[in-house]
Nanobody
Framework: QVQLQESGPGLVKPSQTLSLTCTVS??????????WSWIRKPPGKGLEWMGA???????YYSPSLKSRTSISRDTSKNQFTLQLRSVTPEDTAVYYC?????????????????WGQGTQVTVSS
């Protein structure tokens, strides 16, 4: 059974960097053809795809967030990490990590087969 678990601080101050880690069990993040994404859901809004890292380490970012986002991985720990810089209260959301197979339209949510439970991040001073 594949499981994804998000971890990180629940409260971040404006202008700081938000860092979240997704720990994967039951599957290797290096397995070919799989892509590991970060997705968020702001209060009262829909899901927003933020970025992804592929099985070979290639990264993909939402154009609207690219200038502030970095995704990396630690294959020895089977983890991948999100960093979102210069956060504002508009970055307050539930953050999810999720897996999909093959490249495609990143916001086709039915293409993701496993999701983490999500972690609430609030940006506030």
């Amino acid at each position: 059974q594949v499981q994804l678990q998000e971890s990180g601080p629940g409260l971040v101050k404006p202008s700081q960097t938000l860092s979240l880690t997704c720990t994967v069990s039951g599957a290797s993040i290096r397995t070919n053809y799989y892509y590991w994404s970060w997705i968020r859901k702001p209060p009262g809004k829909g899901l927003e795809w933020m970025g992804a890292i592929g099985s070979r380490g290639s990264t993909y970012y939402s154009p609207s967030l690219k200038s502030r986002t970095s995704i990396s991985r630690d294959t020895s720990k089977n983890q991948f990490t999100l960093q979102l810089r210069s956060v504002t209260p508009e970055d307050t959301a539930v953050y999810y990590c999720a897996r999909r197979m093959f490249l495609g339209a990143w916001s086709t949510w039915g293409e993701y087969d496993y999701w983490g439970q999500g972690t609430q991040v609030t940006v506030s001073s």
